[in-house]
């Protein structure tokens, strides 16, 4: 009994130590999305000449933009099928063209307003994701749901860029915040869960960090539109 004990205790530890590992492993990579990010927008703004060819030039600029989502949906649909390497390369490709795109929203929002969004996003994506790691309960039952509330989010913002209303962009928004403050929660859950499950190595680990940078760039959107100072 007391060698069953034992190994029920080894296997309990030996859980929690790849649970450890990939969170950490993925936070590490988060951050460095988000440093290129922050960079890669840094450099677009002090380059004049390569902010007013994004801004002048919508064909350019929804180019860039499809070109974001076509790695997004090339390393989260062919992980399985891709090297750790060329994973790597593409989120980090990702997060630079990200920054790019993301410049714009210095030209429209004050630079105190996206500071302190910044850090009210942070607070609120560090809380939801430690809550997600540490709670006991199942949250598959929120992946329906806020999938589905993912899904409205995108209709309606895509009917609001030909209807152009400002209560609708606030609804929007408010909707958002609560859509992507549950998504960090549950996503950190499901990198817990797959950890447990025995999942390991850099792929998984780019994976889950594309997951939340995805969350912490969308809940800093939806902030920004909901609260942020316009210029």
């Given at each position: 009994?007391?060698?069953?004990?034992?190994?029920?205790?080894?296997?309990?530890?030996?859980?929690?130590?790849r649970q450890n590992?990939?969170?950490?492993?993925?936070?590490?990579?988060?951050?460095?999305?988000?440093?290129?990010?922050?960079?890669?927008?840094?450099?677009?703004?002090?380059?004049p000449a390569i902010l007013n060819a994004i801004v002048g030039n919508r064909l350019l600029f929804f180019g860039l933009m499809i070109g974001e989502l076509a790695l997004v949906f090339t390393l989260s649909g062919a992980i399985n099928r891709l090297s750790a390497a060329t994973a790597t390369l593409i989120f980090i490709a990702y997060s630079a063209l990200n920054g790019v795109t993301l410049s714009v929203v210095a030209l429209v929002y004050t630079s105190n307003s996206i500071a302190s969004t910044f850090v009210?996003?942070?607070?609120?994506?560090?809380?939801?994701?430690?809550?997600?790691?540490?709670?006991?309960?199942?949250?598959?039952?929120?992946?329906?749901?806020?999938?589905?509330?993912?899904?409205?989010?995108?209709?309606?913002?895509?009917?609001?860029i030909f209807v152009g209303s400002s209560a609708v962009s606030w609804v929007i928004s408010a909707i958002g915040v609560v859509v992507f403050t549950g998504l960090t929660a549950y996503d950190t859950?499901?990198?817990?869960?797959?950890?447990?499950?025995?999942?390991?190595?850099?792929?998984?680990?780019?994976l889950g960090a594309l997951t939340l940078y995805l969350d912490f760039i969308n809940l800093f959107l939806m902030l920004l539109r909901f609260t942020g100072s316009r210029r």
């Open positions: 009994m007391n060698e069953l004990n034992q190994s029920y205790a080894r296997t309990a530890d030996q859980t929690v130590v590992t990939l969170i950490r492993q993925v936070y590490a990579w988060m951050g460095a999305g988000l440093t290129v990010t922050a960079i890669m927008a840094l450099t677009t703004l002090s380059s009210v996003t942070a607070g609120m994506f560090g809380a939801m994701s430690v809550y997600g790691f540490v709670t006991k309960r199942d949250l598959t039952s929120w992946g329906s749901f806020l999938f589905m509330g993912l899904i409205g989010v995108v209709i309606a913002s895509v009917v609001n859950w499901k990198i817990k869960e797959m950890a447990a499950r025995g999942t390991e190595g850099r792929k998984p680990a780019i």
